[in-house]
């Protein structure tokens, strides 16, 4: 159903069309290279996402070699058993029953622990990977934050003269709003990133960092929606409104 799934190229799409908003509304901003360098970091989890949702058949490969060479290895010493033949009937020595118990036992518990260690070793390789995009975009997420940090409301009116360290920059009301309305934006759709990987993955622990990425994200957009409020709401800015 094509509403029932979120879609990673749609997300790209829009990260693509945000970046090039800020470039022609803010030409000289660094906001805009984030941007860029955010949609690079969606191609590449849109394609670990699809690769993580895959079966790694490399490591169920050697999962089925372990067990190939458990039963081998199994055989083998069962070719060391010695029956002789009593009444009509097989019997083997207690001796060499008990030579050979002891190594299948080996067997089965090394058998039974390498398949254990590979059953979780894909686990393991999908979850790392899913992590370690989730730190990119936690990144990213923080960054877009630093930028918007100095881009107070208040520092446009006139009440309060700037200091010999106060950010300096020109713009009008209506760009400032303009500009934290793109940083809104911009960790809505990290938040979408995170969720695609967590919807591929379906890992307990990638479902809890994206979900804690979601609500980083969140909080810095609404920490960023106060400011836009305050200048809707301020006499200083209405005249500014865009």
């Known amino acids: 159903m094509p509403y029932s799934e979120l879609r990673a ?33 969606a191609r590449s989890c849109a394609a670990e996402a699809d690769r993580i949702a ?26 060391g058993l010695h029956f002789d033949e009593i009444d009509g009937e097989a019997m083997t020595e207690a001796f060499t029953l008990v030579q050979f118990l002891d190594p299948a036992m080996n067997i089965a518990v090394l058998v039974g622990l ?5 059953g979780q070793l ?25 930028h918007q940090l ?6 446009l009116s006139d009440e309060l003269a700037p200091t010999a360290h106060s950010p300096r920059y020109e713009m009008t009301p209506a760009l400032m709003e303009r500009y934290l309305d793109y940083c809104t934006e911009m960790l809505s759709l990290t938040g979408k990133l995170a969720a695609v990987l967590a ?12 979900h804690e990425l979601e609500m980083l994200a969140t909080g810095l957009a609404r920490k960023i929606w106060q400011k836009i409020m305050t200048m809707g709401r301020s006499p200083v800015f209405v005249d500014g409104v865009d």
């Open 122 to 146: 894909e686990e393991r390789w999908k979850r790392a990977r899913a992590l370690d995009y989730l730190h990119k975009l936690r990144s990213i997420a923080h960054i877009v934050d630093m």
């Open 114 to 118: 390498g398949v254990i260690a590979l």
């Open 199 to 210: 919807e591929k993955s379906g890992d307990p622990e990638v479902n809890q960092s994206a």
């Open 150 to 155: 100095t881009k107070d409301p208040y520092r």
């Open 54 to 79: 895959r079966p790694q058949l490399w490591i169920r490969a050697s999962v089925v070699s372990v067990w190939t060479a458990g039963a081998v290895a199994a055989f083998w010493v069962l070719r």
């Open 9 to 41: 190229e749609h997300v790209i799409a829009a990260i693509d069309t945000l970046a090039l908003r800020i470039r022609e509304r803010f030409p000289t901003a660094g906001l805009g290279g984030v941007c860029v360098e955010l949609g690079e970091v």
